[in-house]
């Protein structure tokens, strides 16, 4: 059976920082790319950025210079390391794992920036 599980969504302050973790199990991690969307209220999902499975990185224009994403192939996992946060910034994150006809969801997490 195919997991993934996110974590480190938080309430943080305009201007703070946030890393978000995506745990796989129940594939081969190293063989998937990766990727970190997102959907805020009354907005259809975006993707944020992505990290195929020899590394490359693709970012959306709206975080680019202020997010990261990177993976631990040894533990099955990637992160989403997010600088500079913005109210706009405001979604449930998921995780999303892919591979030629196969496409897993993560259940998704929340993070809210805001004063």
């Known amino acids: 059976q195919v997991q993934l599980v996110e974590s480190g969504g938080a309430l943080v302050h305009p201007g703070g920082s946030l890393r978000l973790s995506c745990a796989a199990s129940?594939?081969?991690?190293?063989?998937?790319?990766m990727g970190w969307y997102r959907q805020a209220p009354g907005k259809q999902r975006e993707l944020v950025a992505s990290i195929s499975s020899g590394g490359r990185t693709t970012y959306a224009d709206s975080v680019q210079d202020r997010f990261t994403i990177s993976r631990d192939n040894a533990k099955n996992t990637v992160y989403l390391q997010m600088n500079s946060l913005k109210p706009e910034d405001t979604a449930v994150y998921y995780c999303?794992?892919?591979?030629?006809?196969?496409?897993?969801w993560g259940q998704g997490t929340q993070v809210t920036v805001s004063s």
């Open positions: 999303n794992a892919v591979r030629l006809n196969e496409f897993y």
């Open positions: 129940g594939i081969i991690f190293s063989a998937y790319a």
